[in-house]
Every structure is written in structure tokens, then in C-alpha cells.
């Protein structure tokens, strides 16, 4: 059924899945999304990968949650309908939707295609402002969604689709900080931690081709970790394996999420050389100073890619075969799936297949 909004922006309805409040467990959910305007594209959701901010948000963790709360940042699908003005994109083609569906299009950052550092601020595909209804964004844990066309990446045809969902965030984010530092042949890579993030980061520096060395706590993985394309392990917690590292490193990765020493990798570092933070600790990294200016290292930080990068990056994976390790899940466990999810119990990225979502009424 088709209705109004305001006597201007017509909606059809969607299912989903969506917390109601932070307390509440994700359960199915009726809504409306608005139909597509002329530079919009109407996408039937196939695949949505779980990402942690997922959790963060319907949890409430990082405060500022709109409930009821839709996540999912991760999406392929098919394209249904597209608006008067659309002409990249028709019906039927394969089409991804990753962390932002709206920026100014205006400032700086955006003018460069780095969208992602927007200076108002980009809009989240879940829990962010909605103009065009009034409301805020619902993410991918849903049957439908509707973007504007800039907004909408082109999935390569040759690869995985279930395996292409988390390339959108864990893909885009690793890949950005190893495309804007250069990284390539010749380079010793350090990639610490072997999750989400890490095992992409794996990939994609193997596949860039430099000498990939990942650093873990876990003995048990060096195996994996050569397999997805480690060159070296080096356990984190042997002073003696750390210190054989010093000064060797012309970039590191680290994608831990959790408390843990920067001040060993800095040390790891060549003169001039960079750390790139992309895991978010709860609690700040304590620094010592004179870990970057003994050798005049750089500490950094990065975000996602924008728009043109994040294509990029899927046409490289397109390119080397690239896709993110998955566990298929139907939506009705997303809960077990969190749970499994803070105990690092998943190898390594969920991926909700679609098809298992409830139909409407």
C-alpha cells in the first residue's frame, strides 16, 4: 500500500529488523520508505554483513541511538526502480550500499570525493537525519532501500556476492589508509590483529604486493593468517619475536579494537615511517612521544573511503579475486550472532542472507 507523506513524498512498505530500545532484542519490524525521487535507486537488499558498529549502535553504546533502529551498512542487492534522472544505474543490475548515503556534496572534503570526512558531517545509512521524510535512516537489515545514485557502488559481476557485503565497511576501510599511504612491492607491511578488519587488510596488502607480517596474541593463527596472505606471524606477546622486529617496518595496520601497548608497534617502525589506527579502543591509546620522535614516526588515524575509492577498492577485489571470509547467517540469529561476535567467534565477518527475512503481512 502506497501513501503520502506531508501530501509530497509517497512510501511503500518495507520489512525488517530493528531494536526498539537498548534493552530490547532486534525483532521484526513494519515500516515505510519513501519511493524513489528523480536521483534515487530503489534497492531489493540480498545480502547485509554485520559489522560491531551494528551492535554499538542499537546497544546505544556510543549514545545518540534513534529508535527504533535499523543497522546495517553492508549491502548488495538488485536494483528495482530508479528515478527520471538516474542514468548509471537499471533495473536489475547489481548494486552496494556501504556506510553513508548523503553528504553536503558542497565543502572541501567532498569536492576531492572524500565524502566519508564530509565537514557537516556525512549521513549514516542507519541512524542518520532523513530530509525527504523527516525521520531517520533505516540500514539493511531490511528488504528494500533507497539511496540517492551517488551514494550507489556498482558490484563487480565475478565475485561472491555474500562475501562482496563486507567489503562496503571492513573492505573500504582497510583498503583507504593502504591506498593513501601507497603501500605496494618493496614495502614490509605489518597488519596487527586477525579479525573483520584484519583479514582484509591481510588480503589486500598481500594482493598490493609488499611483505605482509601479521602480529597476534593467538599462536593458533598463524596458519589462517598465511593463508589469507601473510607473508610472516609474529606473536605480540614474545618480547624477544617483537624486539627481532624493530625498526624494520614501513607501515603498519593495526585494527584491535581493544586496550593493548601502540608504543611496541610504533617501535616497529623505519624512520618516517606510519601507523594507521583504524580499531577503536574504548579507552585512549597512552602515547609515549618519544615513540615517534626518535625516528620521526607518524601516528594516524583513517576512517572509511569515499565514494570513487570505495569503487576502486571493488574493482581491485574484483580484480585479485578478493572477497571477505564469511559465516552465512538467517536474520532470525543476529542475536547468537552478536553474542558469538563480542567473543571474536566468527570467522570473520557474518553475512545475512536476506531471503530469511519475514514477509510482509
Excluded at 50 to 56: A, E
Excluded at 256 to 279: C, F, M, P, S
Excluded at 321 to 339: F, K, L, R
Amino acid at each position: 500500500m502506497r501513501s503520502s507523506f506531508l501530501q509530497v513524498q509517497t512510501m511503500f512498505q518495507c520489512t525488517g529488523y530493528a531494536a526498539q530500545s537498548a534493552e530490547t532484542p532486534l525483532a521484526p519490524f513494519s515500516f515505510e520508505r519513501r519511493d524513489p525521487g528523480a536521483s534515487d535507486i530503489e534497492i531489493e537488499i540480498v545480502y547485509c554483513g554485520v559489522c560491531h558498529s551494528d551492535l554499538h549502535t542499537v546497544r546505544d553504546e556510543w549514545g545518540g541511538t534513534l529508535y527504533p533502529s535499523v543497522p546495517g551498512h553492508e549491502i548488495v542487492g538488485r536494483v528495482t526502480r530508479v528515478g527520471a534522472e538516474v542514468t548509471t544505474f537499471k533495473s536489475g543490475d547489481l548494486a552496494g550500499v556501504g556506510c553513508m548515503v548523503a553528504s553536503c556534496r558542497e565543502c572541501s572534503s567532498c569536492r576531492e570525493g572524500l565524502e566519508q570526512y564530509c565537514e557537516p558531517g556525512f549521513t549514516g545509512t542507519y541512524n542518520g537525519p532523513e530530509p525527504q521524510t523527516g525521520g531517520h535512516t533505516f540500514g539493511g537489515y531490511s528488504s528494500h532501500i533507497v539511496v540517492d545514485s551517488h551514494f550507489v557502488l556498482r558490484i563487480p559481476e565475478n565475485l561472491d556476492l555474500a562475501g562482496v557485503a563486507p567489503l562496503l565497511c571492513a573492505g573500504i576501510t582497510t583498503y583507504s589508509p593502504l591506498r593513501h599511504w601507497k603501500v605496494g612491492p618493496g614495502q614490509k607491511v605489518g597488519i596487527v590483529g586477525l579479525g573483520g578488519l584484519g583479514h582484509m587488510g591481510l588480503k589486500l596488502a598481500h594482493a598490493m604486493g609488499a611483505q605482509v607480517t601479521l602480529f597476534t596474541t593467538s599462536p593458533g593463527k598463524e596458519a589462517d593468517a598465511k593463508r589469507l596472505g601473510a607473508d610472516a606471524v609474529v606473536i605480540s606477546k614474545d618480547a624477544d619475536a617483537m624486539a627481532a622486529q624493530g625498526e624494520s617496518f614501513d607501515f603498519i595496520l593495526d585494527t584491535v579494537a581493544a586496550e593493548h601497548d601502540i608504543n611496541a608497534y610504533l617501535a616497529l617502525l623505519k624512520r618516517d615511517a606510519t601507523l594507521v589506527q583504524v580499531g577503536a579502543p574504548e579507552k585512549p591509546l597512552p602515547m609515549q612521544v618519544f615513540s615517534v620522535i626518535w625516528r620521526r614516526r607518524n601516528f594516524a588515524g583513517s576512517l572509511i573511503g569515499g565514494i570513487a575509492e570505495t569503487q576502486e577498492m571493488l574493482d581491485f577485489c574484483a580484480e585479485h579475486g578478493i572477497t571477505s571470509d564469511i559465516e552465512m547467517i538467517p536474520i532470525d540469529q543476529i542475536e547468537t550472532a552478536y553474542a558469538r561476535m563480542l567473543k571474536s567467534d566468527v570467522k570473520y565477518r557474518f553475512v545475512i542472507d536476506m531471503a530469511s527475512l519475514p514477509k510482509a503481512a
